[in-house]
Nanobody
Framework: QVQLVESGGGLVQPGGSLRLSCAASGFTFSIYWMNWIRQAPGKGLEWVSTISSDGGSTYYADSVKGRFTISRDNAKNTLYLQMNSVKPEDTAVYYC???????????????WGQGTQATVSS
């Protein structure tokens, strides 16, 4: 069955860095666009970033552009989110999610991980 397992969250000081990982299994990872979505305390879901199936195209929310980098290793079936220059407002549970359709960008997601907590605080 499809599984997405995030890791790498934790407590980091403002201005610091954090690298999140999402290990995928149960499907052909290399043909799906993948996404990071976050949910801050008391707020709704916020799309963060998307990467194409081959990693050649990436997209970012304005709130993280220039600070976060999405990447993937299709040989390892793993998605990453490198978070640099983090701010307190980046505090959230971060989820990886699979785009619903293979080979193309999708506005909806069919599988989600359980999430990993990232807390930015001094």
């Amino acid at each position: 069955q499809v599984q997405l397992v995030e890791s790498g969250g934790g407590l980091v000081q403002p201005g610091g860095s954090l690298r999140l990982s999402c290990a995928a299994s149960g499907f052909t990872f290399s043909i799906y666009w993948m996404n990071w979505i976050r949910q801050a305390p008391g707020k709704g879901l916020e799309w963060v970033s998307t990467i194409s199936s081959d990693g050649g195209s990436t997209y970012y929310a304005d709130s993280v552009k220039g600070r976060f980098t999405i990447s993937r290793d299709n040989a390892k079936n793993t998605l990453y989110l490198q978070m640099n220059s983090v701010k307190p407002e980046d505090t959230a549970v971060y989820y990886c999610a699979r785009g619903r359709a293979a080979w193309t960008m999708s506005p909806s997601y069919d599988y989600w991980g359980q999430g990993t907590q990232a807390t930015v605080s001094s």
